[in-house]
């Protein structure tokens, strides 16, 4: 019997827990078949549409009409000032490795490539990652990702309003 997926989340109008959650049941919970990166790359991408849309009088008019990159959308979002630097390398490595994957069949995920998603992470962040990264890369990606999830969704509106 196939395991039910999670339902999807509005990123715009959905409370932050709800959208946590939703990404907590994907990341975590829901993927035995596909890689964090490709999920986290997912979700990571609905936050910055979220992001962009907030901005945007009419944003079905430019986010549903066209098909717009990753990169492109990161940059846009960047450019509206509604991601910050700090967040840009890392999804834009985060872009690098999901294309390396989806390009390369013979693509294996390195710390190297690991490494390239860290951010301003507190201490225990660091240990959890380093206790991860001795279990082998595919731990370490679910932990850096959900990182980096977790920072892209502090920017939310709803991120004020967290009750966690």
Request: aromatic content about 8%; some cysteine.
């Amino acid at each position: 019997m196939k395991k039910k997926r999670a339902p999807t989340v509005d990123f715009l109008a959905g409370t932050y827990d709800d959208i946590e959650r939703h990404g907590m049941e994907l990341l975590v919970f829901d993927a035995p078949e596909l890689s964090a990166i490709l999920r986290g790359h997912m979700l990571i991408e609905r936050v910055i549409e979220a992001l962009i849309a907030g901005r945007m009088k009419h944003p079905s008019h430019l986010l549903d009409r066209h098909r717009l990159t990753f990169e492109l959308k990161v940059d846009f979002a960047s450019a509206l000032g509604v991601i910050p630097d700090t967040l840009l390398g890392a999804a834009k490595a985060l872009n690098n490795i999901r294309n390396a994957y989806a390009h390369r069949e013979d693509h294996r995920l390195t710390f190297e490539e690991l490494n390239s998603l860290k951010i301003k992470w507190e201490p225990i962040q660091k240990k959890a990652y380093k206790v991860a990264c001795t279990k082998g890369e595919e731990e370490a990606a679910k932990i850096a990702i959900i990182f980096l999830y977790w920072a892209f969704l502090n920017l939310l509106p709803q991120a004020e309003h967290a009750t966690t």
